[in-house]
């Protein structure tokens, strides 16, 4: 093939978002080379650069010939179903790639494969990224958050592409090289964990300002929208107010009342709690959040146990505590309540990043993952620019809770904050995340727990030992033994 006619980049995989992204790239002005299996993708890739170009874009349908139309050094982008279909796909493109080409792999994976994969083809000289893509088809098209990690090499071969191809914000495109390894796939994954907590708490949100402020839709509407406007404006908050203005197509009524109430989810939610735990890195919201979409899954039971516990004599208190309601002052304090569970759900994402960061040697840059968070993403808000500051003043900020600014802003909103649960709480109207990122901050914020009984008692039946507060060392005691001795206590509550 005459190198002038050659591709700058190739993409394999053809589902919406590898179209997507392949048109996006297409677009910027990078000649690109797209493959898929299923060869009807192809020519409709191709159909929709010509009506929405026309682009440079050139379809092929084999792998070998899909290779051969890239210019060395080859750099490909895979966008498959995570799993066993990336190591298909991988497979057939190797066998005519060469060293020093690159594979891309764009799709929300596990991590400690991104690792495997690495080690396998450079084996043969080849070079790997694994790149979390956050925006969905939307983002995609028109700008995505690109997080990519592994070889730098491979990602200085593409790095103009990523450049202009990212969403672009007022402090450059958001796409930074991640770190080594799987580290690209690891910051997706927290990315998704944090808006798991995002989606959860503004839900809870919604149910509150709904069943207990007695808002109707379009009030709904109108103040999501008002909150879009101020500290809470983000991606998730606009789509929301959206929402509440949709009308239902196939009855009378709002769309979003006729939605069943199951979460669906992909495992990215699961697998950051599962390495939450074991990095020994607390993240109840997120936590919170999984067990939710768990829950929502049981709604045959739901519905069973609503109907035995009111024959048990169970009574639905939101009546008597919408009563005596100040919508006006409900409606600020949820927004309040809802910015600073939102900080602390954003500060345990954080703290896993930093902790992976640390086990892994990958010297991760929190300040610029929040920047790069700024555009194109799912969590996409205005205060990840204030996130970004808060590490940039301190790399080694040990929480966001303690960022002068956000903990300033914390102590003014807690009052609020703890009116909205306490009132949640008396109406049986459930806010796990809310209730979560106000436990996380009461226990972060106290000086003294009451670890020191559970770790008596750990010491009473395990042996396992305790340290005090006044001296040194690793202490046991018989407390049995000691406690049977002593009838001192126990005689004066006779």
């Not at 297409?26 to 929405?52: C, M, W």
Request: hydrophobic share 40%.
């Amino acid at each position: 093939m005459d190198a002038s006619t050659l591709s700058r980049i190739g993409l394999a995989g053809l589902a919406v978002m590898g179209q997507n992204l392949a048109l996006n790239i297409a677009e910027k002005g990078f000649p690109i080379s797209v493959y898929n299996r299923t060869t009807s993708k192809v020519d409709e890739t191709l159909h929709r650069a010509q009506s929405e170009g026309p682009f440079p874009l050139t379809g092929q349908y084999s792998p070998r010939d899909f290779v051969l139309s890239i210019q060395r050094p080859r750099s490909i982008i895979i966008l498959v179903k995570a799993g066993n279909p990336v190591d298909q796909t991988i497979s057939a493109l190797t066998e005519f790639m060469e060293p020093g080409d690159t594979i891309i792999d764009g799709g929300n994976e596990w991590y400690q494969n991104t690792e495997r994969r690495i080690q396998e083809v450079g084996e043969k000289g080849i070079l790997y990224l694994g790149m979390g893509v956050s925006g969905g088809e939307e983002g995609a098209r028109h700008g995505p958050s690109l997080m990519p990690g592994g070889s730098f090499e491979a990602y200085k071969n593409i790095e103009s592409v990523l450049k202009s191809v990212a969403a672009q914000v007022d402090d450059g495109p958001c796409v930074t090289y991640i770190g080594e390894g799987g580290s690209g796939n690891f910051v997706k994954m927290v990315h998704n964990g944090i808006e798991y907590g995002d989606m959860q708490l503004i839900s809870e949100a919604y149910d509150v300002l709904k069943n207990v402020g007695g808002l109707s839709n379009d009030e709904l509407a109108e103040i999501f929208g008002e909150w879009n406007r101020g500290e809470l404006e983000s991606f998730l908050i606009e789509i929301t107010s959206d929402i509440f203005k949709v009308k239902d197509d196939l009855a009378d009524g709002d769309l979003v009342d006729k939605i069943l109430d199951k979460t669906g989810m992909k495992g990215t939610g699961k697998w950051t709690v599962q390495q939450a735990a074991e990095l020994s890195v607390a993240a109840p919201t997120i936590a919170a959040s999984l067990d939710c979409r768990y829950l929502s899954g049981l709604k045959e039971e739901r519905e069973s146990a609503a109907k035995i516990l009111e024959q048990a004599g169970l009574k639905e208190e939101v009546g008597s505590v919408k009563s005596g309601v100040d919508k006006k002052r409900l409606v600020d304090d949820v927004r309040q309540a809802l910015y600073a569970s939102k900080i602390c759900s954003y500060a345990q994402g954080m703290n896993l990043l930093r902790a992976k960061s640390v086990e892994k040697g990958w010297d991760l840059n929190l300040g610029e993952l929040a920047r790069i968070w700024k555009g194109g993403c799912i969590i996409r808000a205005v205060f990840l620019d204030r996130i970004k500051k808060a590490y940039q003043r301190n790399p080694n900020l040990a929480s966001l809770v303690v960022d002068p600014e956000f903990a300033r802003e914390m102590v003014q909103r807690q009052a609020a904050w703890r009116r909205v649960v306490g009132l949640a709480i008396s109406a049986g109207i459930s806010t796990p995340g809310m209730c979560a990122s106000l436990a996380y901050f009461d226990t972060y914020r106290r000086a003294r727990l009451p670890a020191n009984l559970v770790q008596a008692q750990r010491d009473l039946f395990g042996a396992h030992t305790y340290e005090r507060t006044d001296r040194p060392g690793a202490f046991h005691t018989e407390w049995t033994k000691l406690a049977r001795k002593s009838n001192a206590g126990v005689g004066a509550f006779n």
